[in-house]
């Protein structure tokens, strides 16, 4: 065992200070003359993501090739954290073969509005659930000796100025929602690294917010790995290393290196904490290191990873609807495949985790491994929206000669991309206008949909079942068909509310933040939390899901933390079923929700089985944050235990009597009775301000045309600098044509969106922050001032990165 304290003794300031920025874009340095180890990171939320040629940040050039995992929007819906473990065994087998040590993911960020560009990518509206499933992937990637990296840490919830933006948000709904899941992962699954998030939160960046990484995360949960920043996500490398943030990606080509050894040389940061820093980062490169090298060169399980990935599909796939219980269909049913997403199917999102897949699975081949009797394949409509007659005229044929329409439908790629919010939660036109004429053509629509996000459904009367597969990995076609064959009994149950209306949901009025912050006026309410607080009817409720059995809940028992019942399939069909436990407070004295889940199990049962199940209640069952005095409060009162199929359809109910603190209600109810209703979709400054027990922060731009190095480029429609205006709308036309197109431009939309700081942190070295802020000069009007100071950076830095090495 290496002793890191000694190492570091021996080692120069200019070296200690290197080892806390990248080499490259995936690569930590060395110090040759200690052959200290180095480590890749890589993506890999639902897959590993692993470029050996020219590296970028967003998946633009090729990765090698490794399997595609269903996203963590579709894996929250097997409510199955073994599943979650599974996938993330095999991802970790997958970066070990490709000599990655740290995996970047899950990403576990809450859904707080349907409409954020990155659902997909993010498991649930609730932080149980959440954390939970994120935990078991956790478990699945360090089993095999490396180290998950959990992102993004943390109220990193809309795309839209994401790497400027202030999360404004209470401290009771910060830990109890926004902090809750990071908590559950670091407590059960011991991630070895964690990755701070890009946006400010209540005011400073997360990469420099002492509460979060070294107050709450190491403190209080004991996290004892190292923390990365975002890619780019720097802003202030000295007080990122002194409130808890070890390293900086990607590398900076010593820019950052030279400032922290200025920072210790000058007194603005305690050389202490930078060895400890170092020291907690080499401990994890160190730990990593004997998988790494007890696997080089193990080959890569395709084939076996595959299977992995539809078993994962499978247990995921929610059905919605089943009129007539058309469902399963018969064998050698006369089916009729319309829709593009049968051939070219949709199964992950766009941005930096995209998967270069080792095969890829579609409808149109696979489904003659299945007893269907597949009469054609249309295409039916253009995937961009356009609508084409004569395509919808051939689908309409090929319906009318079928008894069972197989309508593959969906959101685009532009609809579900990092660095891209949506506007709307509709499926585009043209599909819809389809399904109405199909349905016409033929009564026997199965509407089979891939997207990953919450969506609305106007349309759902035009179908029979509704099968939502949400974005399945590179083996989803097969595990739909297994579904809709009754090979597979369909077990998945939603992780998120899918609302009647986009202007239903809580953020609605809130979300994405107009200008510097993102007001979290909801606060608690989020998902199905608000729903039922506020009783706005819903589509879908959370955990709603379909069987082609049925099962019966009876003999509810409590034996103190133990909760016990009796399920029975009492169908015909083998299958599991969620089982879902919620709480409820009787008469509680604070604002609460309706009811909050848990705990869950997901049990499977034969025809005519029966089993007792237990559920055990953990110590985050009956706690609340009491802002008044900063901590977790247990309230004496009478508590509902509630068991359901989801959080509509509760089964048992009984209560109990639970002992609490004596703590007071530290808020004026009377100027938060918003929050004591529920109803938050208009909430007022007053009451805001109450219930952050401050003044609102003053979030408005500074659109006098002065902007700083943290403003975003696209704020440069103000500047007072017309080529910086030009450069604006150039940028902004760029970006409209690829959504028009329907392709996400990942490149523009991470310029877009980026601060003026954000260059210097993304351009290996040859910008630095003095070059970046000479930039900002520039379009402050002050041109010529500006070039000649960013000319001069220029050559000062040439000279500052050859006299280091």
Known sequence: MVNCKELISKMTLEEKASLLSGKDIWETKTVE??????????????????????????????SLPATCFPTAATIANSWDPSIAEMIGKCIGEEAIAQGVGVVLGPSMNMKRSPLCG????????????????????????????????PK????????????????????????????????????????????????????????????????????????????????????NHVESVRTGNHLEMPTTGGDSDRELVEAVRNGALDEEILDKRVEEMLKIIYEVQPALKGNKGQGMKEEEHHKAAQKAAAESIVLLKNEEKLLPLAKGCKVAVIGDFAKTPRYQGAGSSIVNCTKLDNTVDVIKDFDLNMLGFEQGYERNGKVDAQMQQAAMELAKQAEVVLFYMGLD?????????????????????????????????????SAGSAIEMPWIQNC??????????????????????????????????????????????????????????????????????????????????????????????????????????????????????????????????????????KVF?????????????????????????????????????????????????????????????????????VYESGKIQNVSDEAFAALL???????????????????????????????????????????????????????????????????AKMTNGIITME???QMVRMVNGHFWSGMKGFVGGYFRNRKAQKRTK
């Not at 609730?126 to 992937?137: R, V």
């Not at 399904?435 to 033929?442: E, G, I, Q």
């Not at 199940?613 to 009478?638: C, H, M, S």
């Open 33 to 62: 003359r200690f052959e200290l180890p180095t480590v890749v990171l890589s993506d890999g939320p639902h897959g590993v993501r692993r470029q050996v040629g020219a590296g970028d940040h967003l998946g633009l050039n090729d």
């Open 118 to 149: 990155r659902n997909f990518e993010y498991y649930s509206e609730d932080p149980y659930l959440c954390g939970k499933i994120a935990a078991g992937e956790v478990k699945g990637i360090q089993s095999n000796g490396i180290s998950a990296c």
């Open 152 to 235: 993004h840490y943390a109220v990193n919830s809309q795309e839209l100025r994401r790497m400027s933006s202030d999360s404004i948000i209470d401290e009771r709904t910060l830990r109890e929602i926004y902090l809750a899941a990071f908590e559950i992962v670091v407590k059960e699954a011991k991630p070895r690294s964690l990755m701070s998030s890009y946006n400010r939160v209540n005011g400073i960046y997360a990469s420099e917010n002492e509460k979060l990484l070294q107050n709450i995360l190491r403190d209080e949960w004991g996290f004892d790995g190292f923390v990365v920043t975002d890619w780019g996500g720097s802003n």
């Open 413 to 449: 790629e532009i609809s579900e991309t990092e660095g891209l919010d949506r506007t709307h939660m509709a499926i585009p036109h043209n599909q819809i206008t389809l399904l109405s004429r199909l349905s016409k053509a033929n009564k026997n629509v199965v509407a089979v949909i």
């Open 464 to 601: 029979k079942a509704v099968v939502h597969g949400y974005l399945g990995g590179q083996a989803q076609a097969g595990a739909i068909l297994e579904v809709l064959t009754g090979q597979v009994c369909p077990s998945g149950k939603l992780s998120e509310t899918l609302p009647v209306k986009c202007e239903d949901n809580p953020a609605h009025n809130y979300f994405p933040g107009k200008y510097y912050n993102a007001e979290y006026r909801e606060g608690l309410f989020i998902g199905y939390r608000y729903y039922e607080k506020a009783e706005v009817p819903v589509l879908f409720p959370f955990g709603f899901g379909l069987s082609y059995t049925t099962f019966a809940y009876s003999d509810l028992e409590i034996n103190g933390q133990e909760v016990s019942f009796t399920l029975a399939n009492t169908g015909e069909v083998d299958g599991a079923e969620v089982a879902q436990l919620y709480i409820g407070a009787r008469n509680s004295k604070v604002y609460r929700a309706v009811k909050e889940l848990k705990g869950f199990t």
């Open 605 to 673: 049962l034969k025809s005519g089985e029966i089993k007792r199940v237990t559920i055990t209640l953990d110590d985050k069952a009956f706690r609340y944050f009491n802002a008044g005095n900063n901590a977790w409060e247990i309230e004496e009162g009478d508590y509902d235990i509630l068991i359901g199929a989801s959080s509509a359809d509760i089964r048992l109910k009984d209560n109990i009597h639970v002992d609490g603190t004596s703590a007071t209600v530290w808020y004026d109810k009377e100027a938060m009775e």
């Open 693 to 759: 027990g401050h003044d609102i922060p003053d979030g408005h731009w500074n659109e006098n045309g002065i902007l700083n190095v943290n403003d975003a480029l696209c704020q440069m429609y103000y500047a007072k600098s017309g080529l910086a205006r030009f450069a604006y709308k150039v940028l902004t036309g760029i970006k409209n044509r690829s959504e028009e197109k329907g392709v996400p431009n990942l490149n523009v939309l991470f310029i877009y969106n980026m601060p003026f700081r954000g260059i």
């Open 771 to 773: 070059m970046a802020n």
